[in-house]
């Protein structure tokens, strides 16, 4: 049973080093457009979190909340 594999010609083994190139760079190429989708979506949810507290503070300072009264203190009774 013989268990190395037979050994390969230099034109074998140039042809499975170009696959491997061309298989790393799609691989690149994909994580790059992956990333770049990433950073869109996370650039669009900022943006409307952002218009949403914009919105909020701007519609906090034109109704400013009431201030509470302040309970009056009590007396000691001596």
Do not use: F, H, V, Y
Request: hydrophobic share 35%; charged share 40%; glycine share 2%.
């Amino acid at each position: 049973m013989d268990t190395e594999p037979e050994p390969k010609t230099p034109a074998e083994m140039k042809e499975i080093r170009l696959n491997r190139k061309l298989a790393q760079e799609t691989e690149g190429i994909k994580a790059m457009a992956d990333i770049a989708a990433a950073d869109i979506a996370i650039r669009k949810r900022t943006e409307s979190l952002r218009a949403e507290r914009l919105a909020r503070e701007a519609e906090a300072l034109a109704n400013p909340p009431e201030p509470k009264a302040k309970p009056a203190k009590k007396k000691k009774a001596t």
